[in-house]
Every structure is written in structure tokens, then in C-alpha cells.
């Protein structure tokens, strides 16, 4: 029993503790919430990514996944966190905050549902605001002629190496199926720490919508 209390206390003190939450307004009552996941104790998040399936199958799930990227506030990596993932899609790559800044907002674009002869999508795209008012789209934030790199880091996450890429994105490109709501944003002097995603499933009798809603924690630094 003593082993088992000390346990439960060193993984308390591994994670930080949250103090406000954030939730699409958009988002859809269905799926399964998975478990709250959280940055390591003293760090936040500076980076996102999303898992995205590409559209033209039979059952469409567009957004599954999302994974928060966290620091320690000198810089040093502490890995990532995600809660729960569908099954399908690719992940899309690391839409990372300026050196130094750390996530602080969140909107969705959300497809409503379709109906009976429609094809239910869920989340269709998420962006995130870093604490300088930089924007981070999780669809197109990869490099293109049309979208200027305007620098390069090799960062270690999960003992790889994983390069961010800071671009301007040229907004005339993008295409969203659904519709945006409204930003959350933390309290002044909190930025992200943690999420939880509410996930429909595959389940080849009904149509599967994917990740339905996101519930992310806020920390102050």
C-alpha cells in the first residue's frame, strides 16, 4: 500500500496542475472522451499538431488526432501529449510558436452534422494562437512556393529530431469544409499545458465523424 501511495504522489507531481479550461463552441455531442493528457511539471506548450485524413473515401473523418508539443521555460523539450486518436489520417507536422512563446488560444472549424445522406466530418481544421498573437494553422502551415519560409529549427522531441518550420501562410490557398467559431483563449498569464479530444470511432454500420470536440488546459507560467 505504501509503494502504491507513493506512486499515485510522483505521478501527481509529474504533471502540472491546470487552472482554467478551454472547449470549442463548436464542437459535437458524440465519440468518447479520452483521458486528460498534460505537459511534464513546469512546462507548456509551444507547438501543435493535427492528424488528418484526406477526404474521397466512402466514410470521411477529416481531423483524429492532436498532439500538443512542450518546453520547460529555457527551452528544453519535455516530449509531447495527445489524449484520444482515430484511426485514419496522416500526421500533418509541428505548427510551432516563435522562439520563446508558448500557445495561449484555440478555434475550430467544424462541419455540422450531414444527416442521413450526408457525410459527417467533425472537426475539419484547428488553429491555435501563441502568447505574441501569432496565428497557427494546423492544415496549411507547410512550406509552398507561395508560402515563404521565413525560418527553420531543429528541435530533439521524444529523443528525435524534429524540424519546426515558420512560415507565412498565404491564405488565398485554403479551403475549409465547415465553420469556424469562436477563439478561447487562457487568462492573461496563462498558456496551454494539456488536452483531452472527444473521438467518434470507426465503426463500419455508422458514419464516423472523427475528432468531434477538444478541451485544452491552461497553466500559469
Not at 522562439?99 to 488560444?105: K, N, S, T
Not at 488553429?127 to 512556393?145: F, H, K, N, Q, T
Not at 470511432?201 to 478541451?215: F, K, M, Q, R
Request: glycine fraction near 14%; include cysteine; charged fraction near 20%.
Amino acid at each position: 500500500m505504501r509503494t502504491l501511495l507513493v506512486l499515485v504522489a510522483l505521478a501527481a507531481l509529474a504533471a502540472v496542475t491546470a487552472n482554467e479550461s478551454l472547449q470549442l463552441d463548436n464542437g459535437l455531442v458524440r465519440g468518447t472522451w479520452g483521458d486528460p493528457e498534460m505537459c511534464a511539471a513546469g512546462s507548456h506548450a509551444f507547438a501543435f499538431e493535427i492528424k488528418y485524413a484526406d477526404l474521397g473515401h466512402i466514410d470521411d473523418t477529416a481531423v483524429n488526432g492532436v498532439r500538443l508539443y512542450c518546453e520547460m521555460p529555457g527551452g528544453s523539450l519535455t516530449g509531447y501529449v495527445t489524449s484520444s486518436e482515430g484511426k485514419w489520417g496522416e500526421w500533418r507536422g509541428m505548427r510551432t510558436c516563435a522562439l520563446g512563446h508558448h500557445l495561449v488560444g484555440i478555434q475550430g472549424n467544424v462541419v455540422d452534422p450531414q444527416g442521413n445522406f450526408g457525410d459527417d466530418l467533425g472537426v475539419d481544421n484547428l488553429r491555435m494562437e501563441c502568447d505574441d498573437g501569432a496565428i497557427l494553422d494546423g492544415l496549411y502551415g507547410v512550406p509552398s512556393a507561395l508560402s515563404p519560409v521565413v525560418l527553420r529549427e531543429v528541435r530533439q522531441v521524444g529523443g528525435r529530431e524534429v524540424e519546426a518550420v515558420h512560415l507565412k501562410v498565404n491564405r488565398g490557398e485554403t479551403r475549409d469544409h465547415g465553420d469556424w467559431g469562436s477563439w478561447a483563449r487562457c487568462s492573461t498569464g496563462g498558456t496551454l499545458c494539456g488536452l483531452q479530444t472527444r473521438v467518434e470511432h470507426d465503426d463500419i454500420l455508422n458514419d464516423d465523424a472523427g475528432l468531434c470536440d477538444v478541451i485544452l488546459f491552461c497553466c500559469t507560467i
